[in-house]
């Protein structure tokens, strides 16, 4: 039975509407003939003929602005505003018969006055219903037993909405108490019966008096500074932290998620010259090298948003092509993906792939990163980050590619390890390629949060265990970026060069990496030192304390992108870099190791190889 009126439910609800809008008129026409019984007296045949004229007009108004289906419990100003241009539109359509029929035969102009009362009973009763059974929901409903208990940070316009998504979606287990906002003209304001109970710095107090299990960060424009101020104060209270995301304008719950490092380091949005990039890669044929590691596959993605022909990712890890192909599928229906399985070192694998694809531009991401690993495996770093790097240049240059892309590090800066002694290799040999065809370029950044290679995973997966989590040193410190800028930096510097520079991306202040683990274990729940233990493990070979993006005698200037920056020095000549390249390679290639870390040396002046550099005789090659 029930299920059969709800298959019919838009039939009752007319039906009801129709009800109200024969009690509005009744009462309207009762109030002014000051008479209960119109039907009764000389008025019945007026009463009964404007009702029913009244109700045909209504039905259609009604029809007309779509109220028969309308979800009641979560009615809004929108629907209240359909209910007054419904109403309002029926009585101005039947106002000329009240004025010029309905009225002379009542004997005198009073039914003028009916019409306004029944307009104004007819929105109250038609949105009072409404409301009252969304009231009746959001107050007299008790919450789900067990819900959490959720302090809303931001009485604004997002706090305002997620507080009705609450009290709409009980059985989600959400009890808000009240919220907290540092403006002080809103403490102690009320939205939707729930009180602004203080200021950030208030939390220790509120959590604690009011029993709080969730404080739920309401302002999508918060920056990681805010944010970093809200953990802080959370820090020590028993209350898990999340957030809306930081775009979008309308509030779900499902939207609610997690505070994460990129929320604290988070930097203001970056501002790109789109048309710039979409005009570069439109239609163009682009090969990204490295596609399946974190920054070639970002490349990959931002890359196809642009329209080009096609993109040929090269990468020797066929699980990740295959993962990266399924996803680009259905993101990307139209752009045409070519999957490359290949090792740049291969010089006439990667020259029958440049022949086949005839490609325009080249991003080269593809390199050996994890520094450590390559102070243990020199000749192999040589061979793929240089020999690799080279192979690619030169079948660019012999293919007419217009532009080549080199992702460097800012561990090429005063290399103290193999991985950064070779990326300025790259970096030098690719300068000494300028004036060979294809505009060779260098971007230089640090460390992106989430890659395959950084220290956050790692923290994530020690925290997951129990601890503990460790740390190389406690003055360590890093630059950050979220992969998604920096690959929008690359684009965008891409774009800026004429060949042979080396850009540098702004990589903001840098980071403490202890820090950075406090804060990761804050807010996975637990204590740092109390739940979590952190163990100092020292620094590893090839590492660090600080990274750097400049040294002394370099310069750089800023370009029109407020966060990106050239470097201005002069290269040494071509023919002398191209020299120092080949015995490099030829002596990795002979497993010389000591003849290699030489030519390294040369080729780099300012590697300074760490203490591993004595225990490389050992090393297996």
């Not at 957030?243 to 930097?267: S, W, Y």
């Not at 690719?430 to 950084?454: A, K, M, T």
Request: hydrophobic share 45%.
């Amino acid at each position: 039975m029930w299920l059969w009126v709800k298959r019919r439910r838009p039939f009752f609800v007319a039906i009801f509407h129709l009800l109200l809008t024969a009690v509005s008129w009744y009462v309207a026409y009762s109030l002014r003939t000051e008479r209960t019984d119109p039907w009764n007296d000389l008025y019945g045949g007026v009463f009964f003929t404007g009702l029913a004229l009244l109700l045909v007009i209504r039905f259609g108004m009604f029809f007309a602005f779509d109220l028969f289906h309308g979800m009641w419990r979560y009615v809004s100003i929108a629907d209240l505003a359909s209910i007054v241009r419904a109403v309002s539109l029926g009585s101005a359509l039947f106002a000329p018969f009240v004025v010029f029929w309905l009225g002379p035969q009542s004997g005198g102009p009073h039914s003028k006055s009916v019409l306004v009362v029944d307009w104004a009973l007819s929105i109250l009763l038609l949105g009072g219903v409404r409301f009252a059974i969304r009231s009746f929901r959001e107050v007299f409903v008790p919450m789900r037993r067990g819900a959490n208990r959720v302090v809303i940070a931001g009485a604004g316009d997002a706090g305002e909405m997620l507080l009705r998504e609450m009290k709409a979606h009980t059985h989600l287990s959400y009890e808000p108490v009240g919220f907290v906002d540092d403006d002080p003209l809103k403490k102690g304001a009320k939205i939707h019966g729930l009180r602004v109970l203080g200021g950030i710095e208030d939390l220790p107090r509120i959590v604690e008096r009011e029993t709080v299990d969730e404080v739920i960060v309401s302002i999508p424009s918060a920056t990681g500074t805010e944010m970093n101020r809200v953990l802080d104060v959370c820090r020590d209270l028993p209350v898990r932290l999340r957030r809306l995301p930081t775009e979008g304008d309308i509030v779900r719950l499902t939207q609610i998620r997690t505070v994460n490092l990129e929320d604290l380091l988070a930097r203001p949005p970056i501002r790109l010259n789109e048309r710039q990039i979409r005009e570069g890669l439109r239609g163009q044929r682009i090969l990204v090298t490295g596609a399946g590691g974190s920054i070639g596959s970002e490349l990959v993605r931002q890359i196809a948003v642009h329209g080009p022909e096609r993109i040929g990712l090269v990468d020797w890890s066929e699980n990740s092509l295959f993962f990266l192909e399924r996803e680009l599928l259905d993101r990307f229906p139209g752009t045409r993906f070519d999957l490359l399985v290949a090792d740049i070192r291969d010089a006439a694998r990667i020259d029958r792939v440049f022949a086949k694809g005839g490609y325009h531009h080249v991003y080269h991401a593809a390199a050996f990163k994890h520094v450590p690993l390559m102070e243990g495996n020199p000749l192999e770093a040589v061979k793929n980050n240089v020999g690799g790097t080279k192979a690619l240049a030169e079948c660019a240059i012999r293919h007419g590619v217009g532009r080549f892309v080199f992702i460097s590090s800012d561990k090429a800066v005063r290399p103290t390890s193999v991985m950064g002694a070779t990326k300025r290799a790259a970096e030098l040999m690719l300068s000494g390629c300028r004036d060979s065809g294809p505009e060779f370029l260098s971007v230089r950044f640090g460390n992106v949060l989430g890659s395959s290679g950084s220290v956050v995973p790692l923290f994530h997966r020690q925290i997951r265990d129990g601890g503990p989590v460790t740390v190389t040193d406690p003055e360590v410190v890093r630059y950050f970026m979220t992969i998604p800028e920096a690959v929008q930096l690359v684009l965008q510097a891409g774009m800026m060069g004429r060949g042979g520079e080396v850009f540098l991306l702004d990589m903001g202040e840098p980071v403490k990496i202890l820090d950075l683990a406090r804060k990761l274990i804050r807010l996975s729940g637990f204590q740092p030192d109390v739940d979590i233990p952190i163990r100092y493990v020292g620094l590893r070979p090839g590492e660090k304390l600080y990274e750097e993006l400049l040294v002394d005698e370099e310069s750089s200037r800023r370009t029109e992108h407020e966060k990106i920056w050239v470097l201005e020095r002069d290269s040494d000549p071509p023919e002398r870099i191209s020299a120092a390249v080949d015995d490099l390679l030829a002596a990795a290639e002979a497993a010389d190791l000591p003849d290699a870390m030489r030519a390294l040396g040369s080729l780099v002046p300012e590697y300074r190889p760490g203490p591993a550099a004595d225990n490389r005789k050992g090393a297996a090659e």
